[in-house]
């Protein structure tokens, strides 16, 4: 008696994107409402943060989580520093590893990869091995936004700079079929249009507080102009231009890559709209995750055999 084919190994490639990570969340549990669960899941940046916790069976955990998050709970995480970077992101990665992931590697559930980029040679960096949460943290590691992180004799930053999108990981370890997440096909050009959000005050209904106020000189938070805004007082802010300066960056290294490794399935959420911080509009971000999927779920179906 002869058995079947063998099932392909599904791999999930999940993109940088700074706040319009939290789409991943969406993709997640759009599939797994489809009977579509990974076999590999390989992040970069916020990719890497969320893949994480799937890969732990944290992803429930980090919804509700992501759902309930007002403006001034993502400025709570936040350890101001002007030292190599605006945010030095060790209470972020505390509040991970004492709610979400503190393991080793060989401690998941799902086999788990994150990419880093090596800040002295410029190499891509992928790590496999020892603490979960240390390479998220490198991972994540936007430059001039969070502080660089050494690791392993390492310099690391965010692994956006060099594969934003990585396929290539999933492949290397073993995945047969490759479903990607790209967040930034709206993001050129879509990013200067977008909608201002609304001020948000502090829970107990004072003024915002003074990390509020000071990031908002620089451009970031609900109490920023939008960049359209700034342009009509000459130039945008400071920040305006680093993250949309990054973005085109990003966008053009994830069409690069992308052409040479492309995905089996490639997922677009619609998030242009959403600011590098705007961590607090996760609900919209998670529900244009889940539409990302329905949109392509005849192809993903297609690429499964399940056609």
């Not at 732990?56 to 992501?66: C, M, S, T, Y």
């Not at 080793?104 to 410029?122: H, I, N, W, Y």
């Not at 997922?267 to 329905?294: C, F, K, N, T």
Request: charged letters at 20%.
């Amino acid at each position: 008696m002869t058995s079947g084919p063998a099932q392909p190994r599904i791999g999930l490639a999940l993109g940088s994107g700074s706040a319009r990570g939290w789409a991943h969340l969406g993709v997640l549990q759009a599939l797994e409402r489809d009977g579509i669960r990974p076999d590999v899941i390989c992040g970069c940046s916020i990719g890497a943060f969320v893949g994480a916790a799937a890969a732990a069976g944290d992803l429930k955990k980090l919804q509700g989580w992501v759902e309930g998050l007002r403006w001034t709970n993502v400025v709570s995480l936040l350890d101001v520093s002007l030292r190599s970077g605006l945010i030095r992101g060790e209470r972020l990665m505390e509040f991970f590893q004492r709610n979400f992931v503190d393991r080793s590697f060989a401690g998941l559930k799902v086999p788990f990869a994150c990419v880093a980029t090596d800040l002295v040679t410029g190499r891509e960096i992928w790590l496999r091995e020892g603490s979960v949460s240390d390479a998220v943290r490198a991972s994540i590691a936007l430059p001039g936004l969070l502080t660089p992180v050494s690791l392993d004799g390492r310099l690391l930053v965010d692994g956006g700079l060099v594969n934003p999108v990585p396929v290539s990981v999933c492949r290397a370890m073993g995945a047969d079929i490759v479903i990607a997440v790209d967040l930034g096909s709206e993001l050129v050009g879509r990013a200067w249009r977008r909608a201002g959000v609304e001020p948000v005050e502090d829970d107990d209904g004072d003024e915002p507080s003074w990390i509020t106020r000071m990031l908002s000189r620089f451009g970031v938070g609900p109490d920023s102009e939008s960049p359209s805004e700034k342009l009509e007082d000459n130039l945008p802010s400071l920040v305006s231009v680093m993250s949309t300066s990054i973005n085109i960056m990003q966008v053009r290294i994830a069409r690069s890559r992308l052409a040479g490794e492309p995905a089996d399935v490639l997922l677009s959420p619609r998030v242009g709209q959403i600011g590098m911080l705007d961590y607090h509009r996760g609900a919209e971000a998670i529900a244009e995750g889940e539409a990302a999927v329905q949109r392509m779920l005849p192809a993903i179906k297609f690429a499964l055999g399940h056609a």
